[in-house]
């Protein structure tokens, strides 16, 4: 059975009009028959009703009005019908098997199972009983047994839409997302009419990275259930990771106006209004999904992000506290407190994690951010070999699971990437007279490794009164591969739109480094800051990193130096191909020497001294990144050399960046004896 779980008004008992004669009880259960294959389910309930105050004994009777009112959203009714129908006829298997469909969506699981078992064993070859008995494991966290019960239901009839879907449904939850996308497509073609099958379809594949086909897919969902507020609420992600942000928004107000209660639509509207930088559209949008569900951890963990990067730090470990207490399970809110500032996680915290961790069953991505808080936590505490052992554990699990999702990092393909870069971007290739580009002197792009300071830069330069951080817009990178002053248009204004009038905006965007000959095509007129950090400070530091991007080269420590090298290679390009155009600020150098490195910084941008730039920890200015807490407070050493604590375990690293180092034809790097 399917249908909404809004309850219509009460439906009167009552199927023929006043002094008209009554039907026979056969032709009536017949006329009630009709009515529910022709979808008339009030016509249908009434004379059901009719027949059952003549027939009261009727199992299948009760089971049809069960059937018929779950269709009109009451469903703790159909619940009581269907049963009542099972004890009248109990070896009626499909009595117990739709018994167990709106248990399972009344929250009650394991009666859900319990009834499918009963249907199996009545009729062992129930491929429908097997489909919702895996509907009742997967609502248990069972996710093994419950693919196991999809399969099977599939092997009894390959042409079961909705067990196809049910498969992705787990395969997903798995992190096998390449396989789940397989089950909805196999859905798709089956049921081409199905929009489930095509929502879950493009919510899949745009979690390959596939997103102009996952824009295509949701599409086609909306198309097929223009009422769906879940087609709508996955139209809406897609659009955001393709940085439609404003389609984005529509979708997920839409979403919401189509299913008020869809507490996901709200969370996502929220997380949208955050990347546009609203903070305060995106505190009241969280603040209103917990408005319409206070209970909701993952809404209280969202607003805690959004105050964290206000920087509301004590109000936002309070969201994330009240999160946990909500739901102790919540790993995204252990991770998100452990990020919130050094020592925040207590000695019961710690044993709390560690105890979720001992536990069977914990999804993939649980588990990684657990391992991530614990060894964020020993880390900041100075313990380093428990530290080290937490990232290492986390890391290997992200591996996997970013595997599992198409994301696989291969050396020789980055390398050779990297060699068409240097390729394609001669020496003279600026000066050949490609065209114009923007005259418009409003960009500054930072870039650099992750975690190599980007951030703090940013900060900086966005303290003066003139300058605006735009944090990481990650946009040009759709442009580079058609560089050229044409493509500048959109990008400036969405950029201008930002800044609100202010003379520099940037843009940091570390991973930008890939692409500086395009961007000095585009906007001759540009600031470029290369930001630099030892090699392996950097490298540790994104081997400690959780990262939201899937960076599949950080999560091995023989990839990262491998990465670091081809990185540090084509910096070496560009500072040919740039000609002294580039700004390159050292890290350490931030840290020993503050105000002679943000006037360097100032005078590049091409502005006036402001005081401001040296109180960067106290601008109050959101901070979305990994580093969101270390540049609320001013300067310190103890992130230089940091690597040292942890020497013992960095052999894989060190050899890595040694077998790479032949590459790089001048090395500007204070490199250290131990390479």
Known sequence: PRGSRGRPPHLESG???????????????????????????????NKLRDYLAVRADHGEAFHLLGLAVYQMGRIEEAAELIARAARLDAANAACHSNLGVALNVLGRPQEGEAACRRALEIDADNAEAQNNLGVALNLQGRLEEAGRSFRWAIEQNPAYAEAHINLGNVLRRQNKTAEAADSYRRASEIAPANATAWTNLGAARRELGEFEQALAHCRRAVEL??????????????????GDLAAAEDDFRRAIELKPGNLEARVNLGGVLFVLDRLGDAEAAYRQALEADPGSATACNSLGVTLLAASRLDEAAAAFRRALELDPALAEAWYNLAQSGPGVLNEGDVAAIEGRLKEDGLAGADRIALHFALGETH?????????????????????????GRGHVFDGAVFDARIDEIIAAWPADRLTRGEGEGSPSELPVFIVGMPRSGTTLVEQIA???????????????APLAAKAGPANAGDYLERLGALGGGAARAVDKTPLNFLHLGPIALMFPKARLVHCRRDPLDVCLSCYFQNFVTPHPWSTDLADLGRYFRAYERLMDHWRQVLAGRMLEVDYADVVGGLEGSARRIVEYL????????LGFHESGRPVKSAANWQVRRPLYASSLGRWRAYEEWLGPLIKSLQENRAAVASDPWRIHTTL
């Open 15 to 45: 199927g023929h009009p006043p002094g008209a004669p009554r039907a026979s009880p056969e032709k009536l259960f017949e006329a009630a028959l009709a009515d529910l294959k022709a979808e008339r389910l009030e016509g249908a309930e």
């Open 225 to 242: 259930a223009p009422q769906s507020a879940e087609a709508r609420n996955n139209l809406g992600n897609v659009q955001m990771s393709l």
């Open 379 to 403: 880390d900041c505490q100075g313990a380093a070999a428990p530290a080290f052992a937490h990232f290492q554990a986390g890391n290997q699990l992200r591996q996997a699971e970013l595997a």
């Open 462 to 476: 966005a303290s003066h009164g003139e300058v605006f951080g735009a944090g990481e817009l990650d946009r040009i």
């Open 606 to 613: 091409g502005l006036p001294w402001d005081d401001a730039c």
